[in-house]
């Protein structure tokens, strides 16, 4: 059954127990660490104004990374912000207490660019960034010989303080991967943002759902992004230990940075139907045709779903388009959940929609089938002000296993079937006669 879909507000207390348990969990975690570090601190101007300056750092380019993304078709599309490149600088080169707190400015300042994220989202991620931070500054703390403030020779200069700096940098990065924590670069861990930040859940905004093949990853980049962050606080640190004048050259280089990690972001926007967050058609047209050459090479099965929405012009026209467009997106997520992770799902146009099923045969993709038929007849759509509504498929089913294959030739074959569901009397599924060969 899928949320509300129109005028939804979601809040925190919209999600699973464990979820709450965990933001309430971590956030609690931080706020200790906050008095702890208060506890121990011992305010220096020097610091203070170091804070300030890493603070108007990270927000700049916080604020440049979101207009940077601000036109990408895809919403709402992951943003790089290279937070770390700031927050780990601050972690190895002040006291515990600023790097625990560096996230909340930040956030706050990520908030007003992308509202999306809802305020308990944005506290959450302030507070991993506290913790992953707090645990950094603490073991450079301990493992380094000198105290601050630091000179390039204080901070890399000897084999104890580059083991001391290397070890630091390598412990926020691995805090803030930690199940408990859950920072990623993508926002989804574990679902977390789904629950928090107002997507349905089992739907991925961020690429459509398709082969596990190295085309399908390239919208997610979660490892070299880190590794660019990683080393770019590498570099801050040093040059800000060297004279703080040279964030002034560093800065730029960093803003390019960003512009070049939204690639990943751009190519899905390219490759994405904006409306239903699926493939678009010449995507899927791309995968697939791919996919049934490898096929024909292996001499396994392929298979191919048209559905098809009953009566969707009945609904534009008793309901409004803008209701149409919520059951167009209700059907794609219901698609998306019924589907294997490895099935890639398009918007072949209109209300129909397309269905690649790699190395399936005909009995198994006409179970499928009727999977996503009884689910999509099962899902009710919760609209302000009037009863839940409810919506039909119809399906047409083609299978091709042979030496060549014709991408074209199967789909005509699939809609062939759609239409005689179509003909049977709708919520239906049908399945198209088998290809005959020669011999």
């Known amino acids: 059954m899928l949320p509300r879909l129109v005028g939804r507000d979601w809040t925190l207390w919209c999600a699973p127990r464990a979820v709450v348990r965990r933001v309430v969990g971590v956030t609690l975690c931080w ?154 670069r993508a926002g989804r861990g574990d679902g977390l943002d789904a629950w928090l930040g107002g997507t349905a859940p089992g739907a991925d905004v961020h690429r459509p759902v398709g082969p596990p093949t190295r085309a399908s990853r390239l919208g997610r980049e979660p490892v070299p992004a880190r590794a660019v962050e990683i080393c770019s606080a590498i570099v801050v640190a040093v040059l800000w230990a060297a004279s703080p004048f040279l964030m002034l050259a560093v800065t730029p280089p960093v803003l390019l940075l960003q512009r070049s990690l939204l690639h990943a972001d751009l190519l899905h926007a390219a490759r994405s139907d904006a409306k239903t967050r699926l493939a678009n058609a010449a995507y899927w047209r791309q995968v697939a045709e791919r996919e049934i050459s490898r096929a024909a090479r292996a001499g396994r099965p392929l298979s191919v779903l048209l559905v098809d929405i009953d009566h969707f012009k009945q609904v534009n026209d008793r309901f409004g388009h803008l209701i149409g467009d919520v059951i167009l997106l209700a059907v794609a997520d219901t698609l998306r959940a019924a589907a294997r992770p490895r099935d890639l799902v398009g918007r072949f146009g209109g209300e129909e929609f397309v269905i690649l099923l790699a190395e399936v045969g005909r009995e198994h993709a006409v179970d499928i089938a009727e999977r996503i038929r009884r689910q999509v007849a099962a899902t009710r759509c919760r609209l302000d002000g009037r009863p839940p509504l409810s919506v039909t498929v119809s399906v047409g089913v083609a299978t091709h296993h042979g030496t060549a294959g014709d991408l074209s030739a199967l789909i005509a074959r699939a809609d062939t079937a759609l239409y005689r569901a179509k003909a049977d009397g709708r919520n239906r599924v049908r399945l198209a006669d088998p290809l005959c060969t020669p011999a």
């Open 31 to 184: 706020a200790v660490l906050v008095g702890v570090a208060i506890v121990g601190l011992r305010p220096r101007w020097v610091d203070v104004l170091a804070f300030a300056a890493f603070v108007a750092l990270g927000g700049f380019a916080v604020v440049v990374s979101g207009r940077l993304g601000a036109d990408l078709t895809v919403f709402p599309a992951a943003r790089h912000d290279l937070l770390a490149t700031w927050t780990v600088a601050v972690a190895v080169l002040l006291p515990p207490l600023y790097p625990t707190v560096i996230g909340l400015p930040l956030c706050w300042l990520a908030g007003r660019v992308d509202p999306v994220r809802p305020p308990h989202l944005r506290l959450f991620h302030a507070a991993a960034l506290g913790i992953a931070g707090f645990c950094a500054s603490s073991v450079h703390l301990l493992l380094s010989p000198t105290r601050g403030p630091f000179t390039v020779d204080g901070l890399v200069g000897s084999g104890v303080a580059a083991a001391a700096f290397l070890s630091a940098v390598a412990v926020y990065p691995l805090v803030a991967s930690l199940p408990g924590v859950g920072m990623t």
